[in-house]
T-cell receptor, first 112, second 111 residues
């Protein structure tokens, strides 16, 4: 059974810092790994999707990497801004199913 | 382009009552997902449909929960009878492959 964990659970940093959020999964037979952002009272917004054959994806100040052999993914946020404050969740898709297994999330606060 | 639309946004009802949550997926999407989010258990998949057919309902907690998708543009999640432990935020998401697009959720409180 796939289990996904995220550390740290919460993070508070000053504006401008570069951040790394961590995601671990137990079953390396994943189809893809996704990172989402959730703002308070809102649904999830997809940030990056990494297919199992890829090692990383980039979008603007965000870079996500995937290492299937070690069961890890990281989300790198460059030059953090207060607008990046949100909860970040990773999710793994196993096999050829669309079913997402979510981690518990990292709550990020970037203060001015 | 409209996103996934869920209704109601908030629902407060008494234990034992029937609750119906509604979802309109993004037009053209062929998969629809129902999730539940709680502080204790995080975000869990309850059921998902592909081309209106239920594919995986292993996350549905018990017989009190049922979901339907009568057509490509509408789905319901029903709880009957409701219990206080069903209090959570329920999300609907739709997709055409990946990624999934989420609605803003229904915050359900069972008193």
């Amino acid at each position: 059974k796939q289990e996904v964990t995220q550390i740290p659970a919460a993070l508070s940093v000053p504006e401008g810092e570069n951040l790394v959020l961590n995601c671990s999964f137990t079953d390396s037979a994943i189809y893809n790994l996704q990172w989402f952002r959730q703002d308070p009272g809102k649904g999830l917004t997809s940030l990056l999707l990494i297919q199992s054959s890829q090692r990383e994806q980039t979008s603007g100040r965000l870079n996500a990497s995937l290492d299937k052999s070690s069961g890890r993914s990281t989300l790198y946020i460059a030059a953090s801004q207060p607008g990046d404050s949100a909860t970040y969740l990773c999710a793994a898709t196993g096999g050829y199913t669309d079913k997402l297994i979510f981690g518990t999330g990292t709550r990020l606060q970037v203060f001015p | 382009d409209a996103g996934v639309i869920q209704s109601p946004r908030h629902e407060v009802t008494e234990m034992g009552q029937e609750v119906t949550l509604r979802c309109k997926p993004i037009s053209g999407h062929n998969s629809l997902f129902w999730y539940r989010q709680t502080m204790m258990r995080g975000l869990e998949l309850l059921i998902y449909f592909n081309n209106n057919v239920p594919i995986d309902d292993s996350g549905m907690p018990e017989d009190r929960f049922s979901a339907k998708m009568p057509n490509a543009s509408f789905s319901t999640l029903k709880i009957q009878p409701s219990e206080p432990r069903d209090s959570a935020v329920y999300f609907c998401a739709s997709s055409l492959g990946q990624p999934q697009h989420f609605g803003d959720g229904t915050r359900l409180s069972i008193l």
